[in-house]
């Protein structure tokens, strides 16, 4: 048996707005990354398991993946990446209770990676759903905060008046969403509770359970983070033009979340009550154990999910979500903000190019070119009353087209190796200036996005130019944001025999 040193490099460079510039790994393998998509775990749910891993041809590669168990045993699992993105996915059903590790290995079985989840001993979600209901109902109240503040600080009486019209629709809104979403908590506390007298029940609800107990944690998350930058506007500084810009976000972030959040509950609602958990419990024979209580809160529970589906629907149907706080949105950007306030604006755009050598020789070069806008507020009382006061305002925008190009034998020696593979795989690009097509999810969802960068500012004229202070970045390249290549090479010279 021959055994050939196998070289593989993977550059990678981090882009832009980015710590770090660009790096290059040389290792004795394929690389693979692995870690759990599902952010909650039970027994008999499925847990969605994710990763990048490549192959040392064209084909797409075959990942391992090996799951140890909390009682010591191991279960197999194999999938194949794309092969193009090197991206793979794979679903696992645990059956016990506690810690499960992972461990992923590539194509060529060298390199492993590892993560890990845990299932709860119990299908136990009340207290996620609700949190669901206190984070919306204190994002609410922090966003009415922020209103009243600002508009009783600036705004005449008649706006005073109106904008506490508009915050008391959204409130009604949500009061109609959180006596829904009660409906459905009943419906589940039974479900929930049948489950833990009949392991039946539980193995044909973990799945759409999981899935609602992960929609309601993300969605809590994103609700608290909305009320936690709307409550530190004023350690945040700025003037009452810039407050009303963020109350605006604030708005838009709100509704996105709701929106998503709603529509997740219909999807899922009806995956548990119309066309799978019911009627499996039904198609099991698991009712006749239930006895005459049982079966009567079984079928309530059933009717009152239906009900519940039914006006989560009507609310959807009224344009809840981006809707329910829309007229407010638009009388805080659109009619307070154009009455109090004087906004400068303007597009940007531009190219940013990095070119890396080695003895002379081009390894690596990228291009990215970007486009977004410019935008500068101003109290119009203060530029009556004061000239031009300090401004403040935002730079905005994204990546829209990458050329990217390297050459590893500029760095590494071709004539030790020959080339098995030569794959890149450009960073992920949206072709459009996405802060001019936003239909109103807000900035803080267009960050979301690959290559979406955003600086907060201040300015102010200085001998008839414009001095500009950027603020540090809200939004910047991550580190998903990334070309990669991967080279495989196998040495021409150094091969043992075995």
Not at 385 to 409: A, V
């Amino acid at each position: 048996m021959i055994k050939h040193t196998i070289l593989v490099t993977l550059f990678t460079s981090l882009l832009f707005f980015s710590n770090t510039i660009s790096a290059q790994e040389r290792t004795e393998g394929l690389p693979i990354t692995v870690k759990v998509i599902t952010t909650v775990s039970y027994k008999d749910g499925a847990v969605e398991i994710a990763g990048i891993s490549n192959s040392l041809d064209g084909e797409p590669g075959k990942i391992s993946i090996e799951i140890i168990k909390p009682n010591g045993g191991t279960d197999q699992l194999s999938t194949r990446a794309d092969k193009t993105t090197g991206a793979y996915t794979v679903k696992y059903t645990p059956k016990e209770i506690g810690k499960h590790n992972i461990i992923a290995t590539a194509a060529d079985k060298v390199i492993k990676a590892t993560t890990s989840f845990t299932t709860t001993t119990e299908v136990d979600m009340l207290d996620k759903l609700n949190e669901v209901d206190a984070a919306a109902n204190e994002t609410l109240e922090t966003l009415d905060g922020a209103i009243e503040e600002i508009v009783s600080a600036v705004a005449q009486s008649d706006d005073v008046t109106k904008a506490k019209q508009k915050v008391e629709t959204v409130k009604q809104s949500v009061k109609e969403f959180t006596a829904a979403w009660a409906k459905i908590k009943d419906a589940i506390k039974t479900l929930q509770d049948l489950s833990k007298k009949h392991p039946e029940i539980r193995a044909i609800a973990a799945p759409q359970l999981g899935m609602l107990s992960s929609q309601a944690e993300q969605s809590t998350d994103i609700l608290k983070q909305v009320q936690k930058d709307l409550g530190s506007r004023e350690s945040q500084g700025g003037d009452d033009c810039l407050k009303f810009y963020r109350v605006s976000e604030g708005c838009a972030a709100f509704s996105t979340t709701m929106n998503v959040l709603s529509g997740g509950i219909i999807n899922i609602g009806k995956a548990i009550f119309i066309d799978k958990v019911w009627p499996k419990i039904a198609e099991s024979g698991v009712p006749k154990e239930f006895g005459a209580g049982g079966t009567l809160a079984y079928t309530q529970a059933g009717k009152l999910g239906l009900s519940a589906l039914d006006d989560m629907k009507s609310i959807t149907s009224k344009g809840f979500g981006a809707g329910m706080v829309g007229d407010l949105f638009q009388f805080v950007s659109n009619e307070l903000f154009k009455k109090y306030c004087t906004e400068y604006k303007g597009p940007i755009s531009g190219s940013y190019t990095l070119e890396f050598k080695n003895q002379g020789k081009t390894y690596m070069r990228y291009k990215i070119t970007y486009e977004g806008k410019i935008s500068l507020f101003a109290q119009k009382n203060k530029l009556k009353n004061d000239g031009i006061p300090k401004l403040s305002g935002y730079i905005e925008g994204n990546s829209t087209k990458m050329e990217f190009t390297d050459d590893i034998w500029a760095v590494e020696n071709k004539s030790e190796w020959d080339e098995v593979k030569y794959q890149r795989i450009p960073a992920p690009i949206i072709p459009l200036n996405v802060s001019e097509k936003d239909p109103g999810f807000g900035a803080a969802a267009r960050a979301g996005i690959p290559g979406a960068f955003y600086f907060p500012l201040e300015a102010q004229m200085v001998q008839e130019k414009m001095v500009i202070k950027l603020m540090p970045a809200l939004a910047e390249f991550s580190n998903l944001f990334v070309n990669r290549t991967l080279v495989v090479a196998r040495a021409k010279t150094g091969a043992k025999n075995l």
